[in-house]
DNA sequence: GTGAAAGCGCTAACAC
DNA sequence: GTGTTAGCGCTTTCAC
């Protein structure tokens, strides 16, 4: 047993294990990089070392040396920084916290203060990080353009421009498709006047689905100007919901571009005496616990946000090591039929 | 202009500067760590180089030579990872973020695995990061309990056991107390079967908002067995509501321990044809927007989330520059009145 | 396959 | 006030 009354042990060093298992520190630092060209009986005497003392590498003397950093950065800008309060985003965060927490990498953390731009840029230039993963509502955004000629770059969404893509990589879904599906089970269930809650026009993901809609009532000959906008928030879907209303078409269906949009059409329909699914069928988009649980259970577009985290980590990460990979991912959304459809 | 062939610049050394600044390194040094005892003239100069040249301190090379990191951990136990999905703790890491995003200090995020319970402790004690913040479902958790013995660590919510607090450090709210002013106002309004549902008895809050209810409810002598538990999702909280109503007692309001539960409530209540408020009214905790946008929109007790985030971060980086600070940091609750009460 | 030696870029005594 | 001098703990040629 170790002693009760122990000092607190010395930080184990490299020297301390090549000491202790009789090998030089070249050695030791070989087996510790799983380097082949070491004998399987050293090898072995340095892990036992290493365990004995418990020894953890320094990663500031270890990046140093190696002019490697081990850490990844998260980039979230200020604006965005709300993005917590997005369950989808949150997801992403999850996925690529999950992911790396298997790897020797680190993430760290960066909220993109506005007011001081070049801060964050310059962090990111200066070799303080392998890489970078930039979370941001407008994907592609502004002042992270051209920081994949400094280090590698990964983003979640699609680019915003989409010849500009430049050197850059996603990771993202089809939200055409996604959308595009969702009116299109609207209208085999025999909806034939299927309106629209968009997102802002200045994201990606509030165009795409907004011409994924667009595209699916085109085809079917149906009412294409049956379009609001909000800004993703609760508040404005219900406010977009009565403007539609308003309108004094009659509308059987509408397709909102996310949940949270969604949930605040379910108060404004309800406001109405409107019934869900009866009079009017509601299809969201996300998939995320509020249209779960709401009532009735929100019919909605799937996006595997978890997984898009884990995808955004991994790519960065292969392109760090030098593994080929696309330079855009797409996932698959689906869509989840519940009740309100 | 520079040139558009320009080579990629090599990135800027202390070294570079100080030549550029016609000093030695050691000066260079102490302009970039704001020494008093550089002469204005001096500092200028070295200021000048340094964004002439866009010089960044490499942070590898500054920590192995300061044996500081500049670098804090937030720890997230793999089983509350979920935490992103749970607004309260997504504003408790952006308040801690945008604090640091101020400060020179680095977040760095980290799931502790549940599988490799050692690496994450190992991480934190070797000297990876100069303090840990500890954001867990079960606050002052198993593996965390003895590492404020290697470094500073501050944590959310109040310590397990109030007496085994150590060395360490809290940062939460009073739910005692915020969750008895819930009760009292609704008797306050007329109420008098004042029936709760209770979060999970082995975290604090779940322990602490039901004790909180108990106090008020036995003060004026009013029914204390009219209790049912939940885990804090919204479904747990539709099933408790559900067992509440079974009883076949009548209940013409609840406290629920957050707001997710209260949504489930809600449905549960408008299954049984019950009106909110007028049949049964309903007070959460956290003030999320779960409850601002629902349907009446929900009276609940105010958790200063992002505040406490900051809080926490504060605290922390108080800790590690020797600043004095309390062991616990209590913010205030608020109960904020909507319709649904 | 293994060791010796030379740094990685910076800070911190210590002289001056 | 400023420069000199050692390292911080590790990786990585380069010989052997």
Redesign the interface.
């Given at each position: 047993m170790t002693s009760e009354v122990s000092e607190?042990t010395p930080?184990p060093t490299l020297e301390m294990v090549a000491a202790r298992a009789g090998v030089s520190r070249a050695t030791a630092s070989r087996v510790v990089n799983g380097s082949p060209k070491v004998t399987p009986e050293v090898a072995e005497a340095v892990r036992a070392a290493i365990d004995a003392l418990?020894y953890?590498p320094?990663?500031?003397?270890r990046?140093?040396a190696s002019r490697r950093?081990q850490m990844i950065a998260?980039v979230?800008p200020?604006s965005t920084?709300?993005?917590?309060?997005d369950?989808f985003f949150?997801?992403i965060?999850?996925g690529i916290?999950?992911y790396?927490?298997?790897t020797e990498y680190?993430?760290?953390?960066?909220?993109?203060?506005e007011s001081k731009p070049d801060k964050t840029r310059?962090?990111l230039i200066?070799?303080?990080v392998d890489g970078a993963l930039i979370v941001s509502h407008h994907s592609g955004d502004h002042s992270y353009a051209h920081l994949e000629?400094?280090l590698p770059v990964v983003f979640a969404g699609r680019p915003l421009l989409p010849d500009a893509q430049g050197g850059s990589y996603f990771v993202g879904v089809d939200d055409i498709a996604g959308e595009r599906i969702a009116v299109e089970h609207l209208i085999g269930r025999g909806r034939r006047s299927v309106a629209a809650i968009a997102g802002p026009q200045d994201m990606p993901p509030g165009v795409d689905r907004l011409e994924g809609w667009r595209r699916a009532v085109q085809d079917r000959g149906l009412d294409e100007t049956l379009v609001e906008f909000g800004d993703f928030t609760?508040?404005s879907g219900a406010d977009a919901m009565r403007r539609l209303l308003d309108r004094g078409i009659p509308i059987d269906a509408v397709v909102v571009a996310n949940d949270q949009m969604a949930?605040?059409a379910y108060?404004t329909l309800?406001e109405r005496g409107l019934r869900i699914p009866e009079d009017v069928a509601v299809v969201g988009f996300d998939d995320?616990?509020?249209g779960l649980?709401a009532?009735p259970p929100l019919t909605t577009v799937h996006q595997p946000s978890v997984e898009l985290g884990r995808a955004m980590a991994e790519v960065l990460v292969k392109i760090i090591e030098g593994h080929p990979v696309d330079q855009v991912t797409i996932l698959p959304t689906e869509l989840v039929v519940r009740e309100s459809s």
């Open positions: 607190s930080t418990n953890v320094n990663r500031a003397a990046s140093l950093t998260l979230i200020e920084a709300m993005v917590f309060a369950p949150a997801s965060v999850q916290a999950m790396l927490a298997e680190t993430l760290n953390m960066l909220i993109a203060v310059q962090y200066s070799g303080n000629k400094s609760p508040a949930m605040g108060t309800r995320n616990y509020f649980t009532s």
